[in-house]
């Protein structure tokens, strides 16, 4: 059985790499479409990697970020990023209608007070300015799947300081949470389904609301686009009135 799981997981971090390939790649695609956005706020920055792809396909020039952890916020920083070192879970630090997009990457479901974060997203937006939430899917056929077989969905699994929890077959089933900064960050608090994370950003007055699969396991990842309520990885884009 320990075999097996270890064949599994090292099949199943190549199809999590792949799919949030997909994913990165649909958020870029969002951003051109709607091109020019000459500013650019990225909520959980890291190391400012992924904001330099955000920002050249939204055509931005003032970029700036929100990272909770100094040391990846320092990384940012050097990479010509303007970086606020803030927790996420409060008031962001800028003012009202600053930003011509706001994205966040793998960011809204590690925090419990989602209607404050689209709350804060929408205010720093600029009328007109886009807004894209991309975020693991609690309704993607493994996690229905894992509930099936009366298990911890697998985006659910790290809900625990320690440790994965609940679903042998998690790729961090035997970890601590060590590949984050710290186990507490790395934690999910709230996964949302398509409809329900579409429902939000409408219920916080985003409108043109379009959604974007990522990742389907076991299919090719064009069934992703054909069916996003289902995929491994799902992103929100809309816009503010």
Same mark, same amino acid.
């Given at each position: 059985m320990a075999a097996l799981r270890h064949q599994y997981r090292a099949v199943a971090q190549r199809a999590f790499e792949h799919a949030m390939g997909q994913n990165n790649e649909? =958020?870029?695609? %969002? *951003?051109?479409?709607r091109a020019p956005l000459p500013s650019l706020l990225d909520l959980g920055c890291d190391d400012g990697e992924r904001t330099l792809l955000w920002a050249q396909a939204a055509q931005a020039r003032d970029i700036? #970020?929100? !990272?909770?952890?100094?040391?990846?916020? @320092? *990384? @940012?920083?050097?990479?010509?990023?303007n970086v606020a070192?803030?927790? *996420? @879970?409060?008031? $962001?630090? $800028? !003012?009202?209608r600053s930003f011509d997009a706001v994205v966040s990457n793998q960011v809204i479901e590690h925090l419990f007070d989602t209607d404050l974060f689209l709350a804060e997203a929408f205010r720093v937006l600029k009328p007109g300015g886009a807004v894209v939430t991309s975020t693991e899917n609690l309704a993607s056929w493994h996690n229905v799947g894992a509930l099936l077989l009366g298990w911890q969905p697998f985006s659910l699994?790290?809900?625990? !300081?320690?440790? %994965? =929890?609940?679903?042998?077959? #998690?790729i961090w089933a035997d970890g601590d949470g060590s590949g984050a900064p710290d186990p507490v960050t790395w934690q999910h608090?709230?996964?949302?389904a398509a409809r329900g994370l579409l429902a939000l950003h409408g219920a916080?007055? $985003?409108?043109a609301? !379009?959604?974007?699969? %990522?990742? /389907? /396991?076991? *299919?090719?990842?064009?069934?992703?686009?054909w069916n996003p309520a289902? %995929?491994? $990885? =799902?992103?929100?884009? #809309?816009r503010r009135p």
């Open positions: 649909n =958020i870029m695609r %969002a *951003l051109r479409d700036h #970020g929100v !990272e909770v952890v100094p040391s990846r916020a @320092a *990384l @940012a920083e050097q990479r010509g990023i070192t803030a927790d *996420l @879970a409060g008031a $962001f630090p $800028f !003012e009202d699994t790290n809900v625990s !300081e320690k440790g %994965a =929890i609940g679903n042998p077959f #998690g608090r709230r996964v949302f916080h007055g $985003f409108e609301l !379009e959604l974007l699969g %990522a990742g /389907y /396991y076991p *299919l090719p990842r064009r069934v992703a686009e289902h %995929a491994a $990885f =799902i992103s929100v884009t #809309g």
